[in-house]
Structure formats: structure tokens, C-alpha cells
């Protein structure tokens, strides 16, 4: 779990249940991440409400500070737990990345095995 979270309010004040629904949702993203950066992982919540002339929707951003790297994400639509769920994604997606290109081991495991199979039905 994420412990350093900041959730903020733009125009709008945020209740408890979506302060709630969305540090349970930006707090799990620490399982993407690799385990050295866990500790020091920072999320940064803005949840603005924004008036648009096809009605108001709610736009969410969310900045990660990992090791040597800021993550970002964000998103609008017409309910704030819908956008924080789309960020959510996006973020996993990101942190994913960032955990193979910074450790080489992962996303390789049994590409030797692999080879070894197709060179077995070759004799």
C-alpha cells in the first residue's frame, strides 16, 4: 500500500467515500512496482470538477514519484470513480513498464524454454 497519498479538490469539495474509493484504489498500485521502490513511492490525487458545455465532468490526475522517474496519468469523464478507475489502469500499465525496463529479469522467464521446445519437435 502507497502510504504517502495526497488527495486534492478543484472547485469542488471531496466527500469521504471518494477520498476512500480512491486511496484503495491509487494505494494498491504499489504490487506493480518493483520492491526496492515501494517505500519511497509518493501519489499525488487532483480531482477537479470541470464545466464543459456538453455538462460537467470530473477530471482526475494522479503523479507517482518512483526512483528516478514521475509518473502521470489522467482522465475525465462524467463520474470522479469511473475516472479514478481509468487512471488506475493507466498507471498499472506504466509501472509495469518501469519494472521491466529497470529489472531484466522480468518478462523474460522461460524464453530459453521456449527455444528449447521448438528445437525438441525439430528432431
Known amino acids: 500500500m502507497i502510504t504517502h497519498i495526497d488527495i486534492t479538490g478543484v472547485g469542488l469539495s471531496l466527500d469521504d467515500a471518494l477520498k ?4 484503495k484504489k491509487i494505494g494498491s498500485l504499489d ?5 526496492h521502490a515501494r517505500k519511497s513511492m509518493r501519489a499525488e490525487v487532483k480531482i477537479a470538477e470541470v464545466n ?7 477530471e482526475v490526475e494522479v ?3 518512483v526512483p528516478d522517474k514521475r509518473l502521470t496519468a489522467r ?16 498507471l498499472a ?10 529489472l531484466p529479469h522480468v518478462g523474460r522467464r522461460k524464453l530459453l524454454d521456449r527455444f528449447k521446445r521448438s528445437y525438441a519437435r525439430e528432431l
Do not use: W
Not at 20 to 23: D, H, I, N, P, S
Not at 31 to 35: D, K, Y
Open 63 to 65: 503523479l507517482i514519484d
Open 93 to 102: 500499465a506504466q509501472l509495469t513498464k518501469y519494472k521491466e525496463t529497470l
Open 31 to 35: 504490487r506493480f512496482a518493483p520492491r
Open 52 to 58: 464543459r458545455a456538453h455538462g460537467n465532468k470530473y
Open 75 to 90: 482522465d475525465s469523464t462524467v463520474n470522479a470513480m469511473a475516472a479514478v478507475d481509468i487512471v488506475e489502469a493507466k
Open 20 to 23: 476512500k474509493y480512491a486511496r
